[in-house]
């Protein structure tokens, strides 16, 4: 929600199109990510270790998103810009919360499956 947010004010306020463009792209990758565990698809779809592609993408939307919320917040064209700076840089912070707490999660030691021993 704040991904799509913080899109919304930078399209609102007719900020440069590449805020607006990552902010949209981070959003509907969230979705995707969502509906996947949501729907269960990455325990069918066993080829790509899930954990680690999510960890993938937080660490590159940080990237990107420290970039470019930082210029729009320094630019600040209009106010809008501005709030989309500063959601942009929470949602930020987040993404590096995302990335943690998978880190933590995730063990490439540990077998995984149905033949992972019960805890």
């Not at 066993?46 to 660490?59: E, M, T, Y």
């Not at 987040?94 to 992972?116: E, H, Q």
């Amino acid at each position: 929600l704040l991904a799509l947010a913080t899109c919304l004010c930078f399209v609102a306020s007719n900020a440069h199109e590449a805020y607006a463009a990552l902010a949209g792209l981070e959003t509907g990758i969230t979705l995707l990510f969502f509906l996947l565990y949501l729907l269960r698809l990455d325990a069918k779809m066993r080829w790509l270790f899930w954990p680690l592609a999510d960890i993938f993408n937080s660490v590159i939307a940080a990237l990107f998103l420290l970039g470019v919320c930082l210029f729009a917040i320094i630019v600040k064209s209009n106010k809008g810009t501005l709030a989309g700076g500063v959601l942009g840089l929470i949602l930020l912070v987040l993404c590096v919360v995302d990335t943690v707490l998978l880190c933590k999660k995730i063990s490439f030691a540990r077998p995984r499956g149905r033949n992972a021993p019960a805890r």
